[in-house]
């Protein structure tokens, strides 16, 4: 166990609708990332927060967005959902901000759009 | 494109023998990581080396890096079947803070 939890474990839903990915990193983590991980694109970076502050930006669509919140939790929100968007979602923390820190990962959530 | 590609993208082999994945990668670095990714789970960090350092060793694990191939291998000495899983390399680019993934080498120790 990581220390790492996202909710919910799955989520279905129909194209065209909004989800929201919620995220709590360890205990004393002060930085959040975000990861989309699918058969064909593999494991793609998304985003990072550190300590409530946007730090780096990945592949992230303009239908995604995310935030960090003062209790340190993040949301992932994906809007106008495509089929393509089916993928695991993970989060991972890291105590800082810094490029040398391991990330440890969340259980991740598997949307499934239909 | 993703910045590491894994070779093999899949290996199998008898409990006890060593496994050997190798991860190029395309520009400068800062630091390259290893993670372990069972089945549908999370990533686990397995090990981190920095640009500067050429080798590393964590209990079975063993990591080299080569800058200027731009390269770095993962060797896994007396494998177990609880090794079987995909392993990553993640390496960091020098501008930037952001994390690239390969694609993966799916390992099957057989017992």
């Known amino acids: 166990d990581s220390g790492v939890t996202q909710t919910p474990k799955h989520l279905i839903t129909a194209t065209g609708q909004r989800v929201t990915l919620r995220c709590s990193p360890r205990?004393?983590?002060?930085?959040v990332y975000w990861y989309q991980q699918s058969l064909d694109q593999g494991l793609q970076f998304l985003i990072q927060?550190?300590?409530?502050?946007?730090?780096a930006k990945g592949n992230i669509l303009e239908r995604f967005s995310a935030q960090q919140f003062p209790d340190l939790h993040s949301e992932l929100n994906l809007s106008s959902l495509e089929l393509g968007d089916s993928a695991l979602y993970f989060c991972?923390?890291?105590?800082?901000?810094?490029?040398?820190?391991?990330?440890?990962f969340g259980p991740g959530t598997r949307l499934t759009v239909l | 494109s993703q910045q590491g590609e894994e070779d093999p993208q899949a290996l199998s082999i008898q409990e006890g023998e060593n496994a050997t994945m190798n991860c190029s990668y395309k520009?400068?670095?800062?630091?390259l990581q290893w993670y372990r990714q069972n089945s549908g789970r999370g990533l686990v960090h397995l090990i981190l080396?920095?640009?500067?350092?050429r080798e590393k060793h964590s209990g079975r694990l063993r990591v080299t890096l080569d800058t200027s191939k731009k390269s770095s291998s993962l060797l896994i000495t007396a494998s177990r079947a609880a090794d079987t899983a995909s392993y990553f390399c993640?390496?960091?680019?020098?501008?930037?803070?952001?994390?690239?993934f390969g694609t993966g080498t799916s390992l099957t120790v057989i017992p």
């Open positions: 520009t400068s670095i800062n630091n």
């Open positions: 991972a923390s890291s105590a800082r901000g810094g490029i040398y820190n391991e990330q440890f």
């Open positions: 205990s004393g983590d002060l930085s």
């Open positions: 927060y550190y300590n409530g502050e946007e730090r």
């Open positions: 993640a390496t960091v680019i020098n501008t930037g803070n952001q994390f690239y």
């Open positions: 080396i920095r640009s500067n350092e």
